[in-house]
């Protein structure tokens, strides 16, 4: 007992890591993640990696390895990285934001907002070797593109035809996506079954455009990014932040991860506004103490760690927090899974019930509003295999328990104070 008094109470921050806001939670002092993670760094498996849990007021920030082990520049929570599908949770929020205001529906059609969704048609398959299409039995609605199941693919080819399979670097503007996926087949009828698409949410995003008469990029800056103070969050990293990214890897079984200038999915230069668009499915970049604010915010229920408030509680409980699919089985007969608005997220809401996304490089972020826990992982790694997964999962395990074991010795210490 008296050790952890000691860990509590002799705490310090970790320099570049952990946040210095007078808001920010108590460190916990303890190294789990650390003590877990270092093995894999010091064999070169590992390059770098922003680690952070979060319980209840209190906190473990790690930050081991480096954002470029060529030059041994070592990773901070303050370094950029694109977190790619994360960004569909910020996505899912604006259009939460325009639900709690009225303005839109979630059960509207498509097309009140986009007209030429009006038609849709499906593919049915080749004959002849001509493709045969259908007309769509079902009416695509705003939950449905926002939670994968409007028929759509992955991408669309005028994202970035250069690129191959698309890109989600953004190659056109989020109307211009939204206008070539409405002239393209579906992969099947609206709402009846799953396919994971970035396209979806980038449709989403361009319904926020035609409400709130604003670029989808300038209305999340203005009402989530620069309220809840994420000044190192967008579309366009400077040539200043670019300086202090997260590098890109490769995995290899039991070798060093070897340095890439980049993943085939993006473009260059990345700060380029003639070449890369704002993308909804996947395009923000961000920083781990950035990142955490936003999904903090979930996890209180729709109010920012500095307090400001984005959401209604009733509106994150309801439409973020919990899934918006229909229950049952799709049309290849698997089970619709959990998925709100842009956000993996359960079916049954109780204590158990996490929520969040992760991105394609590695990163994740889940939150559970419950029991006010939070995990952040950010790297930028492609490929496998990741055998730290597994310790970072009993460190996490590890952590959770150390604040619980603890609550009775910080309300005792409390009341000698």
């Not at 952990?18 to 270092?38: K, V, Y």
């Not at 952070?52 to 920030?61: A, S, V, W």
């Not at 977190?83 to 325009?98: D, E, M, N, R, Y």
């Not at 460190?395 to 603890?406: C, G, L, P, R, S």
């Amino acid at each position: 007992m008296a050790k952890c008094m000691i860990g509590l109470l002799a705490a310090a921050l970790v320099a570049g890591c952990a946040t210095t806001d007078a808001n920010a939670p108590r460190e916990s002092g303890t190294t789990f993640a650390r003590d877990a993670l270092q093995k894999y760094v010091d064999s070169g498996e590992l390059p770098g990696a922003v680690c952070i849990f979060y319980k209840n007021g209190i906190q473990e920030t790690t930050c081991v390895g480096y954002a470029d082990t060529r030059t041994k520049r070592k990773i901070t929570a303050d370094d950029v990285y694109m977190q790619c599908s994360q960004t569909k949770g910020f996505c899912g929020v604006t259009i939460a934001k325009l639900v709690e205001e009225g303005k839109i529906t979630l059960d509207d059609p498509v097309s009140k907002y986009l007209p030429e969704f009006k038609q849709l048609w499906v593919h049915q398959g080749y004959t002849n070797g001509t493709r045969v299409l259908r007309p769509a039995k079902t009416v695509l609605t705003v939950r449905m593109v926002l939670n994968h199941t409007g028929g759509f693919p992955f991408e669309t080819v005028v994202k970035n035809p250069r690129i191959k399979n698309g890109g989600w670097s953004g190659g056109c503007p989020l109307r211009q996506t939204a206008a070539c996926a409405a002239a393209c087949p579906l992969l099947f009828d609206p709402g009846t079954d799953v396919q994971y698409s970035n396209t979806g949410i980038d449709i989403g995003a361009a319904i926020v455009e035609v409400v709130t008469g604003q670029r989808w990029e300038d209305y999340l800056k203005e009402k989530v990014l620069d309220p809840l103070g994420m000044t190192s969050s967008g579309f366009w990293p400077t040539d200043e932040q670019l300086a202090h990214q997260i590098e890109m890897y490769d995995c290899h079984e039991g070798k060093s991860a070897t340095w890439r200038l980049q993943n085939d999915q993006q473009q260059r230069p990345y700060n380029d506004r003639s070449r890369v668009f704002a993308s909804a499915g996947a395009g923000l970049w961000t920083t781990a103490n950035d990142q955490v604010k936003f999904y903090k915010m979930l996890m209180n229920l729709g109010v920012g760690e500095n307090g400001v408030r984005i959401l209604k509680e009733e509106t994150v409980k309801s439409i973020l927090a919990v899934s918006t699919r229909p229950k049952g089985k799709t049309a290849r007969g698997k089970d619709f899974g959990g998925y709100s608005l842009g956000l993996t997220a359960p079916i049954a809401d109780d204590d158990r019930a996490w929520f969040g996304h992760g991105g394609a490089w590695g990163t994740n972020c889940n939150v559970n509003w419950h029991t006010k826990e939070l995990k952040l992982w950010a790297v930028q790694l492609c490929g496998g295999p990741r055998p730290w997964d597994k310790a970072r999962g009993a460190a996490e395990a590890k952590f959770f328990k150390y604040v619980i074991d603890n609550s009775q010795l910080d309300a005792y210490t409390g009341r000698m104070k």
